[in-house]
């Protein structure tokens, strides 16, 4: 695991605060808020994980939580950690994890949304997010959120110098069988999410429906349009070519199974990305019915 630079936890001071500093959120001992998989990597590909932890912050306790409710997905996506390590191994790609629980701050919000530093997540009221002041929530963001950007950034940098190349930006995160418990059934076993460029998704969904067991989301259960934030920020703003997939949790919950479905990502994604075309900026991709 590498990290960019030595990492100084912050503080943060209440506006109205008469007893000094907060405690930082990092302990000095406490692991950074990203890991990096072969950093030394060159190939035009970054791969992202926001949601791969569920650690919490010492400084945080357990948010108000018990230990089972952060081990469901309201605290991680379960199975990208190890879909994403697979992924790196397989493709020989550089990957950038987050190691904090989305609970604490989501690093796939912006800064201020409601779903940002979320009081209620999924009907579960979470305790240690409920009546935060701003300098409490820019704490968080500034200890957890604005490193691993900015470490995003440094990697999409040097891949792009050492390769002479605008790289691909390829998210990986999953979701639950049901929207909640009883809800309704989600039949999709892999959703791919694009916004207007699709030279990865529209390749990467037509190679998924050759097979005919499996039940593929075209921005299904989530569109790339409206949800998340970090693919935006980093490749749709740039031009580069991207995509991000939502692979349902019971498929991978296992080791073995996040290895599964990280062999036949690998192998759909060799062929796309020899396509010469993804390395390039286009600001204005074609949509599928556009090309």
Avoid at 138 to 143: E, K, L
Avoid at 270 to 276: F, Q, S
């Amino acid at each position: 695991m590498e990290h960019a630079a030595p990492f100084a936890p912050s503080t943060a001071v209440r506006p109205d605060a008469a007893d000094g500093p907060h405690p930082p959120v990092l302990a000095p001992h406490e692991p950074p808020p990203f890991e990096v998989l072969n950093a030394e990597a060159t190939r035009p590909l970054l791969l992202i994980c926001d949601h791969a932890g569920r650690r919490i912050p010492e400084a945080l306790g357990t948010l108000g939580l018990d230990n089972a409710d952060l081990h469901r997905h309201i605290a991680w996506d379960i199975g990208t950690g190890p879909i994403t390590r697979h992924l790196a191994d397989r493709l020989g790609a550089c990957a950038v994890l987050g190691v904090y629980s989305r609970l604490v701050v989501d690093l796939n919000r912006p800064p201020g949304a409601p779903d940002s530093i979320p009081p209620v997540s999924d009907g579960t009221p979470v305790p240690g997010n409920q009546g935060l002041t701003e300098a409490e929530e820019a704490a968080r963001i500034d200890a957890l959120f604005n490193p691993y950007h900015a470490e995003v950034n440094r990697r999409l940098h040097h891949l792009w110098r050492a390769s002479g190349q605008p790289p691909v930006l390829f998210s990986v995160h999953s979701f639950t069988p049901t929207m909640r418990d009883g809800g309704q059934p989600r039949p999709w076993h892999i959703g791919v999410l694009w916004d207007s460029d699709g030279r990865v998704a529209v390749p990467l969904i037509r190679a998924f429906e050759r097979d005919p067991d499996l039940c593929v989301g075209d921005n299904e259960p989530y569109s790339g349009w409206v949800v998340g934030y970090s693919v935006a920020a980093h490749a749709g703003s740039a031009g580069l070519a991207r995509a991000a997939v939502e692979v349902r949790q019971d498929l991978i919950a296992t080791e073995a199974g996040a290895a599964n479905w990280a062999d036949r990502l690998a192998e759909a994604l060799d062929g796309i990305l020899a396509d010469p075309a993804l390395y390039a900026v286009q600001p204005n991709a074609p949509t599928d019915g556009q090309e």
